[in-house]
């Protein structure tokens, strides 16, 4: 099965030069069952990122641009009357896929933002008093530009928690900038793309992570970094329960990616920057400078 | 890692913590001295945010000569108790400028714990201690604070406290068991501030139309068995002999002079009187006291002075006699109680002859005189008209209103007149019994002054012309809260029932009183007799008992608080990570160190490189360690391999 991975993410550094650790990331956190989300400025690749791990894992894709003007009817769809059966008929909104790139969602406002994150939470839309279920798997890869641009509406703390990661892209190293300037157009590589992994493949993965064993030294670990960040000085808030399982989760899944069946603690460092960046210290984007006293200071054994 | 002494957190809490220990110095130290110091202290305040805005270079140093210049300026010198707190206040306060780095904040903490103890040298109060133990938990909360992740202010001052708690049992072992060296006195005492204004020793009952009452304490008694009741509670003070008409003062020459024995009968009271400073040297004994402790001495009108200076609270242990016989006097004495300031007027020789001055014995004479006072038209009160020409014989013919000076100098007059050698005594009457600690608390409002006459062979006897008027005053205290100018006198009756449960107020100071009173005699008085008499009630007799006990007790504590840690230790123990460490310490040997947030993967990786023989091994033991430790089957087979493996690696 980790075969399956190794592919998956050879095939995407081919597609995105110098960022074999944020992707490798990007997919130890679908492999979590959790929803992304890529924050930095304008044109380093988040949405191509997006597009190449929707289309690696095989799954329906489907792109919202958010803008100031979008609306939940938007996102979610709408009932529309149908004259022929004198009855309204719910039209879907492109959320029913599997996999969501929301691009520029902090541009949008609070209102249509709260509908694509409470569906995240969910995973079921109620439109009219009737339910409907997301497909399954259903992931959200969000992108956002950093909140001091123009025109954003930062993300309150509360709709951040939902997404498992948050990543930076930053600039590619002059190597790959180079590579990238010589090849051909990334959308034609993107299109061409064959799948790597079948949506069934992607739910036995998802269970194998779930058997992953933590022992009580590595929880031992995990609480003192709980602890560390509800006392010290450095952070206004610490992490809460759910942020905790988040962390533990996707220490499992990038513990099953490194092909080993136990969680080590240098899965949670790993991890640590793109979990708990975003939930410490919403307004900075340098995640591995907030995480940087966590790691310094807490005691491994 | 981020430098401790930026941490800003950090930097509030011992910058405020100095401005507690600091506080109390206002009141003793030049205002210039201190002004300097709050000014260095709020600038550093004002750098926690802004640190371009701290001196540097030369305008440090011009700000250390100027602070120095000052110390000059206000001592002229580093010697003496005030010119060294200076110095460590400002050193302190320069200091403070130049926090760079971690280090720096451990000398300002100790500097500040210094600064702390130098309050003592100024005041001894159980406040005064309780504030500095408030304060010095607040320094502990900042060492707590620097050494500590997690900075949490709560966190750290209960950690502080409890670290107080543990050292206070040490602290008092210390403290009683500890030799004790009698510093000089000059060298910390030279300030009198503390001396309040007692009696005066002079009197002039007419120029005075309201009697000042305060509740301030003057001194307190302890009687080891029956306590005298209150019409023998006269506390006696200067001697008043010599008078101009108006005014009464001592007598010139007050020197000791040989003079016969006093002779002592009846109920013996035996007593510890506790004095607060004074300005004056006076010591207020019950009436005359038997034997004299060698700090006292008496003058030759029988009042008690202290050798030294009374400027801090002084004990002195007495006794008295219900009777006594002051023996013979000296014709000088006699004359001098016999002057007057001039012819009496024909009104009082009138009067004394009315009643049998002239042509009876002094005895008759004075209860003809009291009996007067009780049945003609004459008033006690606080608040008398003025009488500013000739007050003794307004007094007598005219207002007939006053207190206890105007009736004590009446009285003293018209025994003059009739050739009777009499003298104005002034002291303190009464005293408030305080339930709590059962003693006497005797306070300014109960100054008080009575008259003395002499009678061959009876010698001086004390005569109270105001209990023949007021026996009231003399029964019971005067209720000063419920007191009004011009208003009627309250007594308080302690006997009552009512009256005893008045207030609760009253209670409370009567607590206070008692722990103020206990606090002076067994903490600031515990010197050198205190403690040698002290000890050897426990059998501790020498120097040698002295310091095994202390060494035995400090054990005791030490092995307590030790059992106390080992239990608190979790029970569970990794023997795995026991043996990682081994592998760990034989690496460090080699100067290679695994960080705090480092694990055993990172760390494996990262010496790999540097230890190319030994590579292999090391890659064995982290596998085998994280296996057993963080792996699916961990087993003693495993935990067992690891030893192996552990004990085989060698560098």
Not at chain 2, 383 to 395: I, S
Not at chain 2, 626 to 646: E, W
Request: hydrophobic content about 45%.
């Amino acid at each position: 099965m980790q075969n399956d991975i190794q592919r998956l993410l050879t095939v995407a550094n081919k597609v995105i030069l110098g960022k074999d650790r944020q992707i490798r990331l990007a997919v130890c956190c679908l492999l979590a069952r959790g929803h992304l989300l890529i924050e930095d400025i304008p044109g380093v690749g988040k949405t191509t990122l997006a597009y190449t791990l929707a289309k690696l894992l095989g799954m329906n894709y489907q792109r919202i641009q958010f803008t100031s003007d979008i609306l939940p009817a938007d996102i979610i769809g709408a009932s529309v009357f149908d004259a022929k059966n004198h009855e309204f008929k719910f039209h879907p909104g492109p959320i029913f896929n599997q996999m969501i790139l929301a691009d520029e969602i902090n541009r949008s406002t609070p209102k249509a933002q709260s509908a694509l994150l409470e569906a995240m939470e969910e995973r079921q839309v109620t439109v009219e008093g009737v339910t409907y279920p997301l497909p399954e798997p259903f992931f959200v890869i969000a992108t956002q530009n950093p909140s001091h641009q123009i025109g954003t509406f930062p993300l309150p703390e509360s709709q951040l928690d939902r997404f498992l990661m948050r990543l930076e892209l930053g600039y590619p190293d002059p190597n790959s900038e180079r590579q990238l300037l010589m090849g051909q157009n990334r959308h034609q590589i993107i299109q061409t793309l064959p799948a790597q992994i079948t949506p069934l493949q992607l739910q036995a993965l998802q269970q194998a992570i779930g058997k992953v064993h933590v022992s009580s030294a590595l929880l031992d670990y995990c609480q003192a970094i709980i602890y560390f960040t509800r006392h010290s000085s450095d952070y206004v808030c610490g992490l809460s329960p759910r942020a905790g399982l988040a962390l533990l989760t996707a220490a499992k899944s990038w513990a099953f990616m490194d092909q080993r069946n136990a969680v080590i603690p240098e899965d949670l460092q790993a991890v640590l920057a793109a979990v708990a960046g975003h939930r410490l210290k919403a307004g900075a984007v340098d995640s591995a400078a907030i995480v940087a006293p966590i790691l310094a200071k807490v005691a491994v054994n | 890692m981020i430098n401790p002494a930026y941490n800003k957190n950090i930097l509030i809490f011992l910058l405020s913590s100095i401005g507690l220990i600091a506080l109390p110095h206002a009141y003793h130290l030049p205002l210039p001295v201190f002004g300097f110091f709050a000014v260095l202290l709020v600038w550093r305040f004002l750098g926690v945010w802004q640190p371009q805005r701290l001196p540097k270079g030369l305008l440090l140093l011009l700000v250390s000569v100027g602070g120095l210049a000052l110390l000059y300026s206000q001592h002229s010198g580093i010697l003496g108790r005030d010119a060294g707190t200076s110095l460590f206040l400002i050193a302190l306060g320069l200091k403070l400028m130049e926090i760079k780095s971690e280090r720096d904040l451990y000398l300002v903490n100790y500097l500040a714990f210094i600064v702390a103890a130098s309050q003592f040298l100024y005041e001894q109060s159980i406040l005064m201690a309780a504030y500095i133990l408030f304060v010095c938990c607040v320094l502990f909360a900042t060492l707590v604070f620097i050494n500590s992740y997690v900075a949490n202010t709560r966190v750290a001052l209960k950690k502080a406290s409890v670290i107080i708690a543990q050292a206070i049992p040490m602290a008092i072992a210390i403290f009683i068991l500890f030799p004790r060296v009698e510093a000089p006195r000059w060298l910390l005492f030279n300030q009198q501030q503390q001396a309040k204004t007692g009696l005066s020793d002079s009197m002039e009952p007419g120029s005075i139309s309201d009697l000042g009452l305060s509740d301030e304490l003057v001194f307190r008694v302890k009687f080891t068995g029956a306590i005298p009741p209150p019409q023998l509670r006269y506390w006696r003070g200067p001697v008043l002999s010599q008078t101009d008409g108006k005014r009464w003062t001592q007598a010139k020459d007050l020197s000791y002079q040989q003079r016969a024995k006093a002779t002592f009968s009846g109920t013996v009271y035996q007593y510890t009187l506790l004095m607060e400073p004074q300005d004056k040297n006076w010591v207020f004994a019950l009436e005359l006291p038997a034997a004299l402790p060698k700090t006292l001495r008496q003058n030759a009108v029988l009042q008690l002075l202290s050798v030294d200076a009374l400027n801090q609270r002084t004990e002195y242990s007495l006794s008295s006699y219900a009777q006594y016989n002051t023996g013979a006097s000296t014709p000088q004495e006699i004359q001098q109680a016999k002057q007057l300031p001039a012819t009496p007027s024909y009104k009082m020789k009138q009067l004394v002859r009315q009643l049998g001055g002239f042509d009876s014995t002094p005895e008759v004479f004075i209860g003809q005189l009291l009996t007067h006072f009780r049945q003609q038209d004459f008033h006690y009160t606080l608040t008398p008209p003025l009488m500013e020409n000739n007050p003794v014989e307004t007094f007598l013919f005219e207002t007939r209103y006053g207190f206890c000076s105007h009736y004590a100098s009446a009285f003293v007059t018209l025994m003059r007149v009739a050739n009777i050698p009499a003298r104005v005594v002034t002291g303190y009457q009464g005293g408030e019994l305080n339930a709590v600690g059962d003693f006497l608390e005797i306070k300014q409002a109960q100054a008080h002054a009575w008259a003395e006459v002499w009678l061959d062979k009876q010698g001086w006897i004390r005569v109270d012309p105001t209990a023949a008027i007021a026996p009231e005053r003399i029964e019971k205290n005067i209720d000063i809260n419920q007191l009004l100018p011009g208003g009627a006198i309250h007594y308080v009756a302690p006997s009552s029932e009512a009256q005893a449960a008045f207030n609760w107020l009253q209670k409370t100071r009567q607590l206070w009183g008692n722990v103020d009173y206990s606090w002076q005699r067994w903490v600031i008085n515990y010197n050198n007799a205190n403690q040698s008499h002290f000890l050897s009630s426990f059998g501790i007799e020498d120097f040698k008992d002295m310091v095994y006990w202390m060494g035995a007790i400090i054990a005791v504590i030490v092995a307590t608080l030790s059992g106390f840690l080992l239990y608190q230790k979790p029970t569970t123990v990794d023997h795995t990570l026991i043996v990682y460490k081994r592998f760990l310490k034989k690496l460090a040997k080699a100067g290679f160190n695994q960080g705090v947030g480092e694990g055993a993967r990172d760390f494996a990786e990262r010496i790999k490189p540097k230890l190319p023989t030994h590579a292999p091994s090391i890659e064995e033991i982290t596998e085998a360690y994280l296996q057993q430790r963080y792996g699916v089957k961990a087993s003693a087979v495993g935990l067992q391999h690891l030893k192996t493996l552990v004990n085989h690696f060698k560098i």
